[in-house]
């Protein structure tokens, strides 16, 4: 079973930027996409961005042009580079590993918080 956990959350100010990592605890060729998602306080979780092991990302609209999302195969390491951060940012962030059926694990969460 795949294990994932997450690193690099904290706080910022706003227009400041952070990296996320998320390292999956072993290679598995059935995780096709890894994603972020971000969950903020009495909002339902929503995706934030991923991307798919052929390096095909798509990204929410809220964060498109500001957050870069990229893997490392090799490390079976995916990041999240946010910059430009917003107050509206502030929330969990969850890593994400999926196959094609569907759903493999979920990080732990780290949390991100972007003061005035």
């Known amino acids: 079973q795949v294990q994932l956990v997450e690193s690099g959350g904290g706080l910022v100010q706003a227009g400041g930027s952070l990296r996320l990592s998320c390292a999956a605890s072993?290679?598995?060729?059935?995780?096709?996409?890894m994603g972020w998602y971000r969950q903020a306080p009495g909002k339902q979780r929503e995706l934030v961005a991923r991307?798919?092991?052929?390096?095909?990302?798509n990204y929410a609209d809220s964060v498109a042009g500001r957050f870069t999302i990229s893997r490392d195969n090799a490390k079976n390491t995916v990041y999240l580079q946010m910059n430009s951060l917003k107050p509206e940012d502030t929330a969990v962030y969850y890593c994400?590993?999926?196959?094609?059926?569907?759903?493999?694990?979920w990080g732990q969460g780290t949390l991100v918080t972007v003061s005035e």
């Open positions: 991307i798919t092991r052929g390096s095909i990302t």
């Open positions: 994400n590993a999926a196959a094609l059926s569907g759903s493999l694990a």
């Open positions: 072993k290679s598995s060729f059935s995780i096709n996409i």
